[in-house]
């Protein structure tokens, strides 16, 4: 009943949530994050915030993302590369160390962050 109402309400909303998974899907795909084709769109949404906060952490600390991709043969600083996820790691997991790997990049931020 409800999504019946919600339909009526906005017609367009599956397209416009199709729209926004495929934009985060390339822009996550386009800054190296490593997707296995399961998150939900919620999970897509919490890794692009992460990301999001990882680069403009790098980008206050005078780091270039395009120089320090993931896919970058030699970074500038192997501390501005966006940590890679590992095999099968769920995405909660991985928004933590994006955001534990900003965190150590601020001024005081915590020791260790990038390790683990």
Known sequence: MQGEIAATLN?????????????NLAILAQRGVRLFGDETDEELAELWSAVDRFESVVEARGGD?????PDSFEPDNPDFVLPDRMAREPVGPYVRRILLAA????PGGAEGAREG
């Not at 017609?11 to 934009?23: C, T, V």
């Not at 993302?65 to 991709?69: E, G, K, P, S």
């Open 11 to 23: 017609p367009h909303r599956a397209e416009q949530q199709a729209r926004a998974r495929e934009h």
């Open 103 to 106: 965190e150590g990049l601020l």
């Open 65 to 69: 993302t395009l120089t320090n991709a």
